[in-house]
């Protein structure tokens, strides 16, 4: 039996990217197979699908680091067929047979439920960007970070993961500050509740150890200097929570937030991130997520078209969510 997917392969150093039939009998193990309804085109399936970055690590892959899909068959106890299900990360798209796909085996252990909240394409719309964004701002709780304490800074705004936190952030009574190189998106951000832009340039060179202290809090999809510059002008006793590295993987700060001011620097992983915390990650965005308002900024497109929206998140060209609808006419366009 075949199925419509994604296949990256190299072979000699030549890497090739082709839309085509998948053998079942060549799919990786796992205790669940599924049909795939919808997957999404994440930072990271840009990455993969024009071989700019080492996301793939084992050849051929299927790419889509997250989907959301409905069980065929399954030998794992939490699941039985016709259950509803999503998955984000756990190296599925990179080492694992991914979500670009009409048909996947995973384990169980890495599926959760779909949340009552959503429905299948509502969840990839969320998908592994709103997941994150809603880790970042659960780090930023955590750490006590509150509306009273001022203003949060969302980086990288416009993209998937800033579109999100911006959304939740004004939703949960923040005042938001959305930092974007895209300032003609300006009333993009402010639908989603932005109380104000930053323009990239102020944060994304060089600059001082140590600045104005401008914001309590921030979720940082950024890296490099515009993590430094972040770091540099947060308040007294605030917490950065920082998930990307779309200027840059380096960090060319210093101390001196940390043992001047007590910032916390918060890491957030969406990959590996514990069960437990991504069953409360989804049921939060099913209580503070404005989701009319991350479905106006989203778009759906067919499978045949995943490489091109792939392309164009390279290039900087995605604003907001991109869902792909996989069930139905896997080489159809939907748009
Ligand atoms: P998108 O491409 O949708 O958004 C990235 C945004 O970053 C862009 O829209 C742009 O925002 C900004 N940006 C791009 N290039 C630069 C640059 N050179 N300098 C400054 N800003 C830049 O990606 P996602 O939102 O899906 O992901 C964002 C980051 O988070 C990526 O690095 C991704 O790998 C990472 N990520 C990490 C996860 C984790 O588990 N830690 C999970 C998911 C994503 P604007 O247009 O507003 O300027």
């Known amino acids: 039996m075949t199925f419509r997917g994604w296949r990256l392969d190299k072979t000699d150093g030549v890497f090739n990217c082709a839309l085509t039939d998948?053998?079942?009998?060549?799919?990786?193990?796992?205790?669940?197979?599924?049909?795939v309804q919808y997957s999404t085109i994440n930072y990271k399936d840009g990455l993969a699908m024009t071989n700019a970055g080492p996301v793939v690590r084992r050849w051929p892959m299927v790419p889509g680091i997250d989907f959301a899909g409905t069980?065929?068959?399954?030998?794992?106890?939490?699941?039985?067929?016709?259950?509803?299900?999503?998955?984000?990360?756990?190296?599925?798209?990179?080492?694992?047979?991914?979500?670009?796909?009409?048909?996947?085996?995973?384990?169980?252990?890495?599926?959760?439920?779909?949340?009552?909240?959503?429905?299948?394409?509502?969840?990839m719309t969320i998908g592994t960007a709103g997941y994150t964004a809603m880790l970042c701002v659960m780090k930023l709780q955590d750490h006590g970070v509150v509306p009273q304490d001022g203003d949060v800074l969302v980086t990288g705004a416009a993209g998937g993961v800033g579109s999100v936190a911006v959304a939740i952030l004004a939703s949960l009574g923040y005042r938001v500050r959305a930092a974007t190189g895209r300032e003609s998106d300006a009333s993009y951000l402010k639908e989603l509740g932005a109380a104000e832009i930053v323009p990239r340039a102020e944060l994304s060179e060089k600059g001082r150890p140590l600045g104005k202290e401008r914001w309590a809090g921030a979720v940082d999809a950024v890296g490099s200097h515009t993590l430094a510059n972040v770091l540099a002008q947060?308040?007294?006793?605030?917490?950065?929570?920082?998930?990307?590295?779309?200027?840059?993987?380096?960090?060319?700060?210093?101390?001196?937030?940390?043992?001047?001011?007590?910032?916390?620097?918060?890491?957030?992983?969406?990959?590996?991130?514990?069960?437990?915390?991504?069953?409360?990650?989804?049921?939060?965005l099913g209580e503070c997520l404005p989701l009319s308002k991350l479905e106006a900024i989203t778009s759906t497109v067919g499978l045949a078209e995943a490489r091109r929206v792939a392309e164009d998140i390279m290039a900087g060209k995605v604003r907001g969510r991109v869902v792909v609808e996989i069930s139905g006419n896997a080489d159809a366009s939907v748009s």
């Open 234 to 284: 947060t308040k007294y006793g605030g917490t950065v929570a920082a998930c990307g590295l779309a200027q840059g993987a380096d960090l060319p700060s210093t101390v001196m937030p940390f043992i001047l001011r007590g910032v916390t620097l918060a890491g957030v992983d969406s990959v590996m991130c514990p069960k437990p915390v991504r069953l409360k990650a989804w049921q939060r």
């Open 22 to 35: 998948l053998d079942e009998a060549e799919m990786m193990e796992g205790d669940v197979t599924l049909d």
């Open 71 to 123: 069980v065929t068959s399954s030998e794992h106890r939490d699941f039985k067929a016709g259950d509803a299900v999503v998955l984000n990360g756990w190296g599925v798209g990179e080492v694992h047979w991914g979500g670009l796909a009409e048909k996947a085996r995973v384990r169980g252990d890495w599926l959760v439920p779909l949340p009552k909240a959503f429905t299948p394409a509502q969840a």
